[in-house]
């Protein structure tokens, strides 16, 4: 008997995947995303957040962007006021990524908002929403993966991997990512 294989020859994202725009806005943000986000050559940070509400993202007052940034679709992106993006930061947002108010985003960190079904032959592309609420941080290197909710202040610490929503105040740390202390903030 022979078991199923992967056949990625059958492999077709226009069944299971929508990138919401066509393929001239999706070309023009490629070369603008490829130009001023993740080009290490232009540092300046306060043209972005217009370069991205002129392709359809929500984006509040005080957001910073920092260098090497890359955003997969900036018309699936709400950011909220005050927050900030750091260096090689990847937003993979292949589905709707809510960022909030006084959020940080440390540099080298992934969110990952796709992902294939591995147990279907033809391999299918499937996406889920990701919510980072009010305050929270994502830390250097770490990896936030689809469907999670990092709620109210919590913490991702630097190099963790959350894979399953995240409570309010709480600090989350490893791989998978565990919480290991609440987080208590200071006047």
Known sequence: MTRPT???????????FDPGAGFVKRTLWYFTNALFFLNPLFPFRSPKPALLRLFGAQVGRGVVIH???NIKFPWKLRIGDH???GQR???????????GNNVVISQGAV???GSHDYKKV??????KPVVLEDGCWVGAGAI???GVTMKSHSVLAAGSMASKDLEA?????????VAVRERVISM
């Open 169 to 177: 105040y709480m600090v989350y740390q490893g791989n998978p990512a």
């Open 144 to 146: 936030v993966t689809l």
């Open 67 to 69: 260098p090497g940034v």
């Open 6 to 16: 992967v056949d990625l020859s059958r492999f077709d994202n226009s069944k299971s």
């Open 89 to 99: 930061a990847w937003l993979d947002n292949l589905d709707t990524l809510t960022i």
């Open 111 to 113: 969110i990952i908002q």
């Open 122 to 127: 033809d391999y299918p592309t499937y996406t």
């Open 83 to 85: 927050s900030w993006i």
